[in-house]
């Protein structure tokens, strides 16, 4: 029986490289959508597999984007949607974050539809951020699920870089989900909603510089100087290979279909990540970056809402790894690609 084809949008991703890497690794043929022929061939040199191939799409929010790679692939039969705008480095919220993860989104919609009816399944790469606000998050009496919605409004998504980001994950994956009920397609929905995602790259050379947005988040922790202030950022945490194994789970375990996948492993603080270092990594650290208030991180923890997954924990049908385990072995990597940290 011939391999299953996927399309994975925006393959050059942090998240979206474990994708493909877990894909080819189990057989599966990947064609991966890429901004450039230059991230193509550096993602194809890296994943040194027959089994990947990539189409060009320079933007994703531009009409019919993914047209031509639908035309191109009849023999795909999965779709995963994991392309979107995750920086903050914006001026206008609207047009650099709402529209194209919005139009992005519904450019795969109308590509599959139009061009790809053999298409059995799609599923889009959401965010916590969909199902909680931030400010919401921070009431420990709140409690949030696979059911949760964030209400934020278009207006109010159009303030600021935070609030474009939340906004641009709730309406794109609203925009899926109302497809789906409306025009009833051949194809089923999921949507992978992960809370802040650590973890090592999936390829060491890229372990190096500053790395994507919430990588950023453990690897800048270790350029802190002793007497920097310990950051105040607390959020739900899941290890990056537990999300991409979640993309596959989304579309190879039919409990998935129609479903919301909540992926959260624990809470983290600032402090939570400096502990991990400084017991784990003494030897390089000790005296270079702050300690804080050792174990202090579960009081801050404490004013925060309570997650909820357990819907999604039995779909996943394992443990999510730990954020003491993710923290080290991604400062492992580091260390073992540069030589120091
Ligand atoms: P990332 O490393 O920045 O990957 C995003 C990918 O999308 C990149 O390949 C990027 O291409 C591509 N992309 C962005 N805007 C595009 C556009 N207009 N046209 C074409 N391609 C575009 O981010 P990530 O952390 O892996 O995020 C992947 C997905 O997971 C996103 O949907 C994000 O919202 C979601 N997510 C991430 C986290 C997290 O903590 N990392 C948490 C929850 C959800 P270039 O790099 O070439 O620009």
């Known amino acids: 029986m011939a391999a299953t084809s996927v399309i994975?949008?925006?393959?050059?991703?942090?998240?979206?490289?474990?994708?493909?890497?877990?894909?080819?690794?189990?057989?599966?043929?990947?064609?991966?959508?890429?901004?450039?022929?230059?991230?193509?061939?550096?993602?194809k040199k890296k994943l040194k597999s027959d089994n990947f191939t990539y189409e060009i799409v320079k933007d994703?929010?531009?009409?019919?984007?993914?047209?031509?790679?639908?035309k191109a692939h009849p023999e795909v039969t999965v779709f995963l949607h994991t392309a979107s705008p995750h920086h903050f480095d914006i001026?206008?919220?609207?047009?650099?974050?709402?529209?194209?993860?919005?139009?992005?989104?519904?450019?795969?919609?109308?590509?599959?539809?139009?061009?790809?009816?053999?298409?059995?399944k799609l599923v889009v790469t959401s965010s916590y951020v969909a199902m909680a606000h931030y400010d919401v998050d921070?009431?420990?009496?709140?409690?949030?699920?696979?059911?949760?919605?964030?209400?934020?409004?278009?207006?109010?998504?159009?303030?600021?870089?935070?609030?474009?980001?939340?906004?641009?994950?709730?309406?794109?994956?609203?925009?899926?989900w109302d497809f789906v009920k409306e025009k009833k397609p051949n194809f089923t929905l999921s949507t992978v909603n992960p809370g802040y995602v650590f973890g090592p790259q999936a390829f060491a050379s890229d372990a190096t510089?500053?790395?994507?947005?919430?990588?950023?988040?453990?690897?800048?922790t270790l350029k802190l100087k002793p007497d920097d202030e310990v950051s105040s950022q607390a959020l739900a945490f899941v290890d990056v290979r537990d999300v991409a194994d979640a993309h596959l789970v989304a579309f190879e375990n039919k409990d998935a279909e129609g479903q919301r996948l909540l992926l959260y492993s624990e809470r983290y603080s600032?402090?939570?990540?400096?502990?991990?270092?400084?017991?784990?990594?003494?030897?390089?650290?000790?005296?270079?970056?702050?300690?804080?208030?050792?174990?202090?991180?579960?009081?801050?923890?404490?004013?925060l809402a309570t997650i909820d997954n357990s819907k999604t924990r039995k779909i996943i049908g394992h443990d999510f790894i730990t954020l003491k385990k993710s923290v080290i072995d991604s400062v492992q990597q580091i260390l073992d690609t540069n030589g120091s940290i």
């Open 8 to 43: 994975v949008s925006g393959a050059t991703g942090f998240i979206a490289q474990h994708v493909v890497l877990q894909l080819v690794t189990k057989g599966y043929k990947v064609v991966g959508t890429v901004r450039s022929t230059e991230k193509g061939e550096d993602l």
């Open 60 to 70: 994703i929010g531009a009409k019919g984007a993914f047209d031509e790679t639908l």
């Open 91 to 120: 001026t206008d919220p609207e047009t650099e974050l709402l529209f194209p993860a919005v139009e992005g989104t519904k450019n795969a919609l109308s590509a599959i539809a139009t061009y790809g009816p053999q298409i059995t």
């Open 138 to 176: 921070t009431i420990a009496s709140n409690i949030y699920n696979e059911d949760s919605w964030n209400d934020i409004t278009w207006e109010k998504s159009k303030g600021n870089a935070l609030d474009g980001y939340w906004g641009s994950k709730t309406f794109a994956e609203k925009a899926a």
């Open 209 to 220: 510089g500053t790395l994507n947005l919430s990588a950023e988040t453990v690897s800048s």
């Open 270 to 303: 600032g402090q939570d990540l400096l502990d991990i270092i400084n017991e784990n990594f003494s030897k390089y650290v000790k005296g270079r970056i702050p300690t804080g208030i050792p174990g202090s991180g579960a009081e801050k923890i404490k004013t």
